[in-house]
Every structure is written in C-alpha cells, then in structure tokens.
C-alpha cells in the first residue's frame, strides 16, 4: 500500500522560510513523477511543483517560480519543498501527490497518491 507521509509545516513570519518533506513507503519514488500541492480555505487545491522520476526536470506554477524549489533523494525515498521568501498568500494545506504519468503535470487529477497534507502558516 502506498503511504505518503508530509512533515515540516509551521507557522513562520513573512519572508521567512520552511522546508517540507514527504516520505514514501509502499513505493520507490523513483518511479514515480512527484508533485505538490497546495489548498488554502475556500479555495481549490492549486498545483505547486513537480519534478520527474529521474529529479532531473522540475515544474512550478508561477506564483512560486523563484521562491520555491522541489527536490527528491531517491536514496531517502523522500521529495522536498524548499520554500522560500514566504508570503501570507502561501497559507495553505500542502499536500505530496505522486502520479503514474510519464511526463510532468500539473492537474491533481492526475495524480493518483496523496499524502494527508501539513499546515503552512505564513503570518504578515
């Protein structure tokens, strides 16, 4: 069974930075493109970041282009968000996704495993 276990959200000040993993049993990561996600009260869960199974191409929506930056240790069966230079419009649940897709994606509903996310609270 696939598990997808997120840590390391918080609370933080603006401008301030936090780092969230997520850890994966059940699965190698490395077969998988991995995403993240994110989904603020009342909103929609918007896409975040991905990167392929390789780690060697990564995607972000524009909102985070710059500040934040997704890794993987395929050693450590884990992905990474750093996140950066944090605004208060990055408050949100970020989720860990992972999809059986080739390429890299943006849409959740192409992703068929999820963590159960970690808070992210980004005060002004």
């Known amino acids: 069974q696939v598990q997808l276990v997120e840590t390391g959200g918080g609370l933080v000040q603006a401008g301030g930075s936090l780092r969230l993993s997520c850890e994966a049993s059940?699965?190698?990561?490395?077969?998988?493109?991995m995403g993240w996600f994110r989904q603020a009260p009342g909103k929609e869960r918007q896409f975040v970041a991905a990167?392929?199974?390789?780690?060697?191409?990564?995607g972000y929506a524009d909102s985070v282009k710059g500040r934040f930056s997704i890794s993987k240790d395929n050693a450590k069966n884990t992905v990474y968000l750093q996140m950066n230079s944090l605004k208060p419009e990055d408050t949100a649940v970020y989720y860990c996704a992972a999809t059986n897709v080739v390429a890299l994606t943006a849409h959740s509903t192409a992703y068929n495993y999820w963590g159960q996310g970690t808070q992210v609270t980004v005060s002004s």
């Open positions: 990167i392929t199974r390789s780690g060697g191409s990564t």
């Open positions: 059940g699965h190698t990561i490395s077969s998988n493109i």
